[in-house]
């Protein structure tokens, strides 16, 4: 059993890992499990501060960006993405295979979308049904900013969809404040339940415009409106993964205590980043660092493949390489959720000197002590 240090899945508590052995319902039938699907759905909702309704549905984190996209696309609809990494443009196959006409806007991938450049883009052009939105980019670090670019395509009447998948409780997320129609999230990212759920927010202008389609959505399993009614007729469109569910609830409840939680992820990113380039290392992106994942270029003269073998074999620790354009290029460490811990992001650095250090690597400093200095509130 390897230390999971990869930006998803990561390391799930032990009150999650029990929750889920709690003896099973029948959860078509039983009222009681309506209810604590409704509550579990609220509280998500109240830490992601909207009054939109959340629903979780039954399936990892894609399933919960292709529902956005196929419940809002109709054939012939535009639709803006935004593409400055490899989630970015992965929406436009999503808008593609449901009908609708995908306009990239594509800008340089090492660097946060630049706002007042998007917004002289969309003064000249804006005649979109909507856009699709990353927060956090995982294979690059990448994180945008929500909080800007949503009032901004709201302005216009453009409605969001946006991927928080690994973003959401590493970094601030106000979905009422940016007036995200649509977001995303998955359990095995920051939420730190394994792989198996994901879960939307909708907005009142989102479902309005499912509601004023033209032609019916084109998926029963991709489909957000399947789920309307389900609390009045106490009926799930299909039968719901009750011990799933019983896992994120726990995770749910572990970040509603966690009152310092994005706090401890903006500390342990920075010191990560200090780590790295005090060891003369070389970050991936020159801006938009996302505080969930640090990204560094894999160095001269070694492979990602014998940085990560090694970090596997000497240390018991799985670091995460990437893909894509990215794929051999770069190592990341992902430090979200239960992840974002001093003692075990303590222990990757030390393990990376050793690594490093044998892979022929020069390093100007010791890692470790870097980030343990580097830490500003060491909660
Ligand atoms: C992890 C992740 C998803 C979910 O995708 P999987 O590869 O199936 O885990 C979606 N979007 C982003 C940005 C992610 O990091």
Redesign the pocket.
């Known amino acids: 059993m390897y230390k999971i240090m990869t930006?998803?899945p990561t390391q799930v508590a032990e009150n999650v890992r029990l929750a889920r052995s709690l003896p099973c319902t029948n959860p078509d039938l039983d009222e009681d499990f309506v209810e604590f699907y409704r509550e579990t759905c609220e509280k998500i909702s109240r830490l992601l501060h909207t009054e939109n309704e959340t629903l979780i549905l039954g399936g990892?984190?894609?399933l919960g960006?292709e529902a956005s996209c196929a419940s809002l696309t109709e054939p012939g609809d535009k639709v803006l993405v935004l593409d400055n990494g490899i989630?970015g443009k992965g929406f436009a196959d999503f808008v593609t295979m449901y009908g609708g006409l995908p306009e990239l806007y594509t800008v340089d991938d090492k660097n946060t979308i630049d706002i007042p450049a998007l917004e002289s883009f969309l003064e000249k052009s804006h005649h979109y049904k909507y856009a699709t939105v990353?927060h956090?980019?995982?294979p690059s670090g990448m994180l945008n900013d929500i909080s800007k670019i949503c009032p901004l395509l709201k302005q216009y009447g453009i409605l969001t969809v946006v991927?928080s998948?690994?973003a959401m409780f590493g970094e601030e997320v106000n979905v009422d404040k940016a007036r995200i129609d649509f977001l995303c999230g998955?359990s095995?990212?920051a939420v730190s339940a394994p792989?198996g759920l994901t879960f939307v927010t909708v907005s009142a202008d989102g479902k309005k415009a499912m509601d004023e389609r033209k032609t019916p959505i084109a998926s029963f399993y991709a489909n957000l409106k399947v789920f309307e009614h389900y609390y009045e007729e106490k009926w799930f469109p299909y039968t719901m993964p009750i011990s799933d569910i019983y896992g994120l609830r726990a995770a749910i409840d572990n970040i509603e205590k966690d009152t310092k939680i994005l706090a401890r992820h903006a500390s342990i990113a920075s010191a990560a980043r200090n780590a790295v380039t005090a060891a003369g290392l070389k970050l991936h992106l020159e801006s938009g660092f996302s505080n969930t994942v640090t990204v560094f270029c894999v160095p001269e003269g070694t492979t990602d493949k014998d940085i990560l073998e090694a970090m596997k074999k000497d240390h018991g620790i799985m670091l995460a390489g990437s893909f894509g354009n990215l794929a051999g290029k770069v190592i990341r460490i992902g430090h979200m959720g239960e992840n974002a811990n001093i003692p075990d992001m303590a222990e990757v650095f030390d393990a990376l000197n050793h690594v490093l250090k044998k892979l022929g690597v020069p390093l100007k400093a010791d890692m470790k002590e870097v980030f343990l200095q580097s830490i500003s509130d060491p909660a």
């Open positions: 930006p998803g990892e984190g894609i960006l989630y990353v956090g980019d995982t991927d998948v690994s998955g095995q990212k792989p």
